[in-house]
């Protein structure tokens, strides 16, 4: 379900062409939206885009359209020539937040997988897929986690069995958890650390647990401060509107475990096989969530179908 919800919401933004990026890249992936006004606008979205790209990247509005009632602007991001786009809410609330990278750049695991095809990249954007998340108790009383993005659309879904896919991953040790403590905690404000455990996924990663007074969240983080995947407990009066009422409206009679706001990180690789592009959306585990060979595949035998 992941690819095929993710693909749509990246209809919002467009490809963009190979960048180059420092160890932890432009944008600040853990900053929340500080510029949500009561009716948001343009220039409240172009001070989004500033807030979360710093001085290091130029971004500037490019389209704009509505989405379920809500307005929605297509930005384009510059940094030394390379190109990635980005789209967010007229209130400031992140959707998709491209970010040029450069093979050396990318998560272990994600490079891993872009050498599969023995090319190298042509291109590779870095994906920060805004979300927020709500977790109810389900059937059975099994817990399910909703993703919506900042219009109120559900993106995904997840079972306690994909929740609990981590919940046996080693302890890091004494020295790791006491660098991997102060490094999460200067990144994310008023939480505590519950522990500190490897990343099963993403080597060189750890996977953070940690609480606040709103709820419990985690954060999959390094020593350098490169957040891959991240989730921040907040109340729900703190949610934008549209997600407050598809809230009311999808999940009315559920009961609320826990609500987060996060990120989640794909990597849009695209390589030259054979003569043909070829585009990878790659997570930062090095998960393959979705592969144009599979479209141009089925494009390629239509011509032995009978007619």
Request: aromatic share 8%; hydrophobic share 35%.
């Amino acid at each position: 379900m992941r690819a095929t919800l993710f693909c749509a919401a990246l209809a919002f933004a467009g490809a963009a062409a190979i960048g180059f990026s420092s160890d932890k890249g432009p944008a600040n992936n853990t900053r929340a939206p500080e510029v949500r006004g009561e009716h948001g606008g343009h220039e409240v979205a172009e001070q989004a885009l500033r807030n979360y790209y710093g001085p290091t990247a130029k971004a500037h509005i490019t389209s704009e359209f509505e989405v379920d009632g809500v307005h929605v602007f297509n930005a384009s991001v510059d940094r030394d020539g390379a190109r990635a786009e980005a789209t967010l809410t007229a209130k400031g609330d992140y959707i998709t937040m491209g970010v040029p990278e450069a093979m050396n750049t990318i998560t272990p695991a994600a490079a891993d997988t872009a050498q599969l095809f023995k090319t190298p990249p042509t291109s590779i954007i870095r994906e920060d897929i805004h979300a927020f998340y709500v977790t109810v108790k389900g059937p059975e009383n099994r817990p399910s986690t909703f993703e919506f993005d900042a219009t109120g659309r559900v993106r995904d879904v997840k079972t306690s069995e994909e929740l609990r896919a981590d919940a046996n991953a080693p302890r890091a040790n004494a020295a790791q958890s006491r660098r991997m403590t102060d490094v999460t905690m200067q990144r994310f404000s008023g939480i505590q650390v519950e522990g500190v455990l490897i990343a099963l996924h993403n080597p060189g990663y750890f996977n953070v647990p940690f609480h606040n007074q709103h709820g419990r969240g985690w954060a999959i983080i390094n020593e350098q401060n490169d957040v891959a995947e991240w989730r921040y407990p907040e109340p729900i009066d703190k949610l934008p509107e549209p997600v407050r009422r598809a809230i009311d409206h999808d999940l009315r009679g559920d009961r609320i475990l826990n609500i987060e706001q996060g990120a989640s990180r794909l990597y849009r690789i695209t390589q030259n096989v054979n003569g043909e592009d070829l585009v990878m959306l790659v997570n930062s585990a090095g998960g393959i969530d979705w592969i144009s060979s599979r479209e141009l595949h089925r494009a390629s035998l239509r011509q032995f179908q009978p007619r």
